[in-house]
């Protein structure tokens, strides 16, 4: 997952100015995530892990912090390789 977690935190990164955030920081909280960054986000979730993010997924929950993205992505994938 580590390298998830990198992928995501590189984004996020370059997403919001070259700001550090921690890989347990709610970004939503912490006013960076608005609702046309998620969907940027969920757009790279899904290009750059080769996932579909569904219906049921889209829970902000899902999407506040680095980890729990990260977290969505290695749910996934596990589906996939199942």
């Known amino acids: ?3 998830s977690i990198s992928a995501i935190a590189a984004f ?11 890989p347990d920081q709610d970004i939503f909280e ?7 960054f998620s969907m940027q986000l969920v757009a790279f979730v ?18 506040r912090s680095i980890n729990r993205v990260a977290s969505l992505v290695a749910r996934k994938q596990s589906l996939v390789s199942a």
Do not use: P
Request: proline share 0%; glycine share 10%; charged share 30%.
């Open 12 to 22: 996020m990164t370059r997403s919001f100015d070259g700001a550090e955030i921690a």
């Open 46 to 63: 899904e290009s750059h892990f080769g996932i579909e993010v569904d219906a049921d997924d889209l829970d902000i929950d899902n999407f």
């Open 30 to 36: 912490a006013g960076y995530g608005n609702s046309m």
């Open 1 to 3: 997952m580590s390298e």
